[in-house]
């Protein structure tokens, strides 16, 4: 059969599924499958345009990988007398503390990688209106008017975010009231690349497998970024690793 | 165009071998399909969302041959969802309310790993789902290590503390394939049970496009996905009117 344009999303879910038998036909070599023994944790935004194994061109095994809104994540921190308390945005979320803990100490990853993306809706709902109307309208695609109610839209504005993305997203939230009041959509993005980097390295389970008696053999965190407009990633030149001082990331965010 | 395998390659230089395979996968993209990048970087439109688990073995774009722009994706251990959890909450409220997708599939896998912990030894294909050297009882004090007997250590306890009670609720005998079957149908229950999905569904004003959500098994031995069948409508009744006590999960905390 001709290779039809994959481009097109599937309009069914059973074109969906066809498109998984043939795959599975044409990749019958992988199977079966093994246990998994992948030598890197991939920290990504659930954006389906940053789909982890597809633009690495990763065959499956090779990545363990977990995808929130804003590639956010909530770890139990380490030394947890740091934690800051009056901080509500600062709380564990089970959900990606698990997401990590899991690939270092049971299945022994030797990287982790945070990768955040141009365009990142998430983040653009994070900068307050006013600021840097171009940079956020590049990251919506819906427009809030002529919508019947039952007509999905995107949010632009924080407050305006239902309760629950509010809770996920506060961290972003934070970090922009704590960037530079002219600082744009994309720059945002970045620095919260490199915040999520900073939080994984201070989780406990990190802590303890760099300095303390906790399992795994993680060599390092790196932050990096995918380009939606070209799908190149960019390694942003941030990393961190045992040998990084830990008073360059062992702080709590609201002292800086 | 299906995703051509990576070769294996040595631990050392993994990141470089990524970041090359993406310059090289990057650069052939634009040459079979011009434009492609600058249409979908313009806005994302998937039509489903993905919530499955993180094992590196299955990534849900490469075993459904999509292209990037097609599946919005939510991946964490054993693919649970929970109506307290603003992780997985954010995630869905997202795709329905503000992207619109049609569909939402929860995705389990054979040999899952957070299952098999929550099961007894005597269940036949617990020990599948390990890697033995990682479960193996001689090991060096550092060595990472996946715990095969429940309880696991925190905050993994805490994580599959509802998919333990699942597994101690089914009959026996018991085994991973049951459990994870089982979660796969609860985690669907979940996803409708949310304010998101219940307030599309039966309210006049819940925005959205969704039609149905869904539950599917992945096969690691053979690629394949399965249907589990459990798949519920806009259209269909509700499986548990509201305000009966079984609307909620039966395990919300």
Not at chain 1, 183 to 210: P, Y
Not at chain 2, 16 to 41: H, I, V
Request: glycine share 6%; net charge negative; with cysteine.
């Amino acid at each position: 059969m001709s290779d039809c344009n994959h481009t097109v999303p599937p309009e069914t879910l059973q074109q969906l599924l066809s498109r998984n038998r043939q795959w599975a036909e044409e990749n019958s070599g992988l199977f079966p499958q093994a246990s998994q023994t992948p030598p890197v944790l991939w920290i990504g935004c659930s954006d389906s345009r940053v789909p982890e194994s597809v633009v690495t061109q990763s065959s499956p095994g090779q990545i363990f990988t977990t995808r929130t809104i804003a590639n956010v994540v909530k770890p139990t921190l380490w030394p947890e007398h740091l934690f800051d308390e009056d901080s509500p945005s600062e709380g564990v979320d089970t959900n990606s503390d698990s997401a990590i803990f899991f690939p270092v100490a049971a299945l022994g990853v030797h990287h982790i990688v945070v990768v955040g993306h141009t365009r990142c809706g998430g983040v653009a709902a994070c900068v307050p209106d006013g600021r840097d109307e171009e940079g956020k309208a590049r990251a919506f695609n819906a427009v809030k008017s002529d919508c019947s109610a039952k007509d999905p839209v995107e949010e632009r504005l924080y407050d305006q975010l239902p309760r629950t993305m509010q809770k996920w997203l506060k961290p972003v939230r934070d970090l922009v009231d704590r960037l530079p009041s002219d600082t744009r959509v994309e720059e945002v993005i970045v620095q919260n690349v490199l915040e999520q980097v900073r939080t994984v390295a201070r989780s406990t389970v990190v802590q303890k497998c760099w300095f303390e008696d906790g399992r795994g053999c993680l060599e390092s965190i790196h932050g990096w970024e995918y380009d939606v407009e070209s799908g190149e990633l960019k390694d942003l030149g941030f990393s961190i690793t045992k040998e990084t001082p830990r008073e360059e990331y062992l702080q709590v965010p609201l002292s800086a | 165009m299906s995703v051509p395998l990576a070769s294996a390659f040595p631990l050392t230089g993994t990141l470089d071998q990524l970041k090359k395979q993406n310059a090289e996968w990057a650069r052939r993209m634009e040459e079979r399909y011009p434009g492609f990048f600058a249409w979908t970087s313009k806005a994302q439109h998937p039509r489903v969302l993905w919530i499955g688990c993180s094992d590196s073995r299955v990534p849900e774009s490469v075993i459904m041959n999509c292209f990037p722009g097609q599946i919005f994706t939510h991946r964490n251990i054993a693919g649970i969802v929970k109506l307290d959890d603003p992780n997985s909450m954010s995630v869905i409220t997202y795709a329905v309310a503000e992207l619109g997708v049609e569909h939402i599939v929860v995705v389990g896998h054979t040999n899952c790993g957070g299952a098999a912990v929550c099961l007894a030894e005597d269940a036949h294909d617990k020990m599948h789902a390990f890697n033995p050297q990682k479960a193996a009882h001689e090991y060096a004090p550092k060595d990472a290590r996946e715990t095969v007997t429940w309880p696991p250590p925190a905050p993994l306890d805490t994580w599959l503390a509802d998919l333990r009670a699942l597994a101690e609720s089914l009959p026996e005998p018991r085994s991973v394939l049951e459990l994870v079957k089982a979660n796969v149908r609860e985690q669907v229950l979940n996803v409708i049970n949310s304010d998101v999905v219940r307030s599309h569904w039966y309210t006049p004003t819940g925005k959205g496009h969704l039609k149905g959500v869904h539950g599917w098994l992945y096969q690691l031995d053979n690629g394949l996905i399965q249907d589990l069948e459990c798949s519920v409508y806009a259209s269909s009744p509700h499986p548990f009117p509201h305000g009966h006590p079984l609307s909620e999960s039966v395990h919300e905390a």
